[in-house]
């Protein structure tokens, strides 16, 4: 963080510091499909790979989802900072890439990304009401968080067994 306030001094630095996030973060996705595709068809082996992320020089940097492939990686948290810059983004393309990141994201089996990303879009919308526009946005923000909830409960009771990372949780507030 230090050299970062060094070095982001002007806009053309501002800008590429974003084109690297948006370019590492894209990157990130499309390995981590590819790898989940390659499991599925079974090219790469899900034990194999178990094994070598499990070893111990990776210091806990992955964490898997089952026996099913899924795995989870510390530096997912880039793939939510890259979406959002590509989702704000002018350009038309980079919703395409937008999409690709949240399909990513999506498949990381990680609730709090979900949540977190759904309540970015709900408080992005309540901070940018414009008055002609209020009560529309208002309805449809009202809208949006009704299918998210929803959505969210459905996808957390679909996918696994979530007791034991719940029961965690409660300790932790405890």
């Known amino acids: 963080f230090v050299f970062l306030g060094f070095y982001i001094n002007s806009n053309i630095r501002i800008l590429k510091i974003i084109r690297l996030i948006k370019i590492s973060s894209l990157l990130l996705a499309l390995t981590y ?13 899900f034990p194999g790979l178990y094994r070598i992320l ?10 898997f989802r089952g026996n099913e492939g899924f795995f989870f990686y510390k530096g997912f948290i880039m793939l939510c900072v890259g979406f959002f810059f590509y989702v704000f983004s ?3 393309g980079d919703k ?7 399909l990513a994201i999506f498949l990381t089996l990680v609730r709090g990304f979900l949540l977190t990303i759904f309540l970015s879009f709900v408080f992005y919308s309540f901070i940018s009401f414009n008055g002609k ?9 009202i809208v949006l968080v009704l299918i998210g909830i929803f959505s969210l409960g459905y996808y957390i009771t679909k996918l696994g067994n979530k007791n034991s990372s719940d029961f965690t949780r409660i300790i932790q507030i405890d």
């Not at 111990?56 to 940097?61: L, R």
């Open 54 to 63: 499990s070893n111990p020089s990776f210091a806990n940097e992955f964490m």
């Open 133 to 141: 526009y209020l009560r529309k946005r208002f309805y449809l923000s």
């Open 90 to 92: 002018p350009k038309k």
């Open 33 to 45: 499909l590819l790898v989940l595709v390659l499991i599925k068809i079974g090219l790469i082996s």
């Open 96 to 102: 395409i890439i937008a999409l690709i990141i949240f």
